[in-house]
């Protein structure tokens, strides 16, 4: 045992509390150190909570941590074996243990491995449970929380004011850094939609105007006189056509409707007068054959042929 007579410091193989059957011990930083230790400390003018720095020499790798019971036998120690693998320590290898005095911490900064832990309903408030079982926390360290029989990983990024800090009774800020497995989501995949909408318009009037122009009014129609129906040229062509050598307009626009008398409803836009019985026709030489046309469907259909009756009888 070296040290002064105001300081504790030895050395002590070091084993995971699990091979004393402590296992509970893991979810905190608490020591278990043999009954020698604690009639040295005793004799020495320290600060309680005893607090304690842990060094792997071998490696230059420090960490902090509280004591629980001096059971353990002597020239061994047992520590969580989250500390061990802090500080690069195998079962039996030596390490050194030293008391020490730590001020009380303001503000710790961590940082979870996985996003994971993030995703628990209220990570501030397990994690103030959890550290209730710590003494300490050293910046650089990776403290383990365990939670719904999973184990999270932290690392201790900052503390204030100084890199170990004594977390006992003290009211402390804690603040947390993005995981080390989040990744920011990519600028470019919030600009592909855009890009694709101009695509789809074109694609949505291409069909459009593959569509073919409705037109109305397009079908055949029947008279009722039995005769055939002559088709009728638009308005546009109509109003183009010129009057002939003779100066008159062709055989179409020569004949115009008659006046009609008010109040009676005729059919069919060339009919006559009723005072009129006989009908004039005239056949040019060219609508011979249209004549002799009509002639056979006048054979074929014919209308009110039925017999006639008087109301007098």
């Known amino acids: 045992m070296n040290g002064d007579g105001s300081s504790f410091e030895q050395c002590y193989r070091c084993y995971p509390v699990t091979f004393i059957d402590k296992a509970h011990l893991e979810k905190g930083d608490k020591i278990i150190m043999p009954p020698s230790a604690l009639d040295r400390l005793a004799s020495l003018h320290i600060e309680y909570p005893m607090l304690f720095q842990l060094s792997n020499v071998s490696v230059e790798k420090t960490s902090h941590c509280g004591v629980l019971e001096f059971s353990a036998d002597e020239g061994l120690v047992y520590l969580p ?18 008391n020490i005095s730590l001020v009380k911490g303001t503000y710790i900064k961590l940082q979870p491995h996985t996003q994971d832990f993030l995703d628990i309903s209220n990570p501030k408030a397990i994690l103030e449970t959890t550290l209730r079982s710590y003494s300490c926390l050293t910046t650089g360290d990776t403290i383990m929380v365990p939670y719904n029989n999973k184990q999270y990983y932290i690392n201790v990024v900052e503390a204030k004011p100084s890199s170990a800090v004594s977390i006992i009774e003290t009211d402390c800020e804690v603040d947390f850094a993005p995981p080390l497995d989040y990744k920011e989501p990519e600028k470019l995949q919030k600009l592909t939609p855009s890009n694709k909408r101009p695509l789809e318009v074109k694609e949505e009037e291409e069909p459009a105007s593959k569509v073919p122009k409705f037109t109305p009014f397009t079908g055949s129609g029947k008279r009722l006189d039995g005769k055939a129906q002559t088709q009728t040229e638009p308005e546009d062509t109509k109003q183009q056509e010129k009057p002939t050598e003779n100066g008159k307009y062709d055989e179409k626009l020569s004949v115009t409707t008659p006046r009609q008398r008010s109040g009676k409803l005729v ?23 249209q004549e002799s046309s009509t002639k056979s469907d006048e054979a074929k259909f014919q209308v009110f042929t039925g017999k006639k009756y008087s109301l007098n009888g």
């Open 81 to 98: 074996y989250w500390m061990m693998q802090n500080m690069s320590l195998q079962e039996g290898d030596v390490m050194q243990v030293k």
């Open 267 to 289: 059919f069919g836009s060339n009919s006559k007068p009723l005072a009129a019985k006989e009908t004039v026709k005239v056949v040019a030489p060219k609508n011979i054959e």
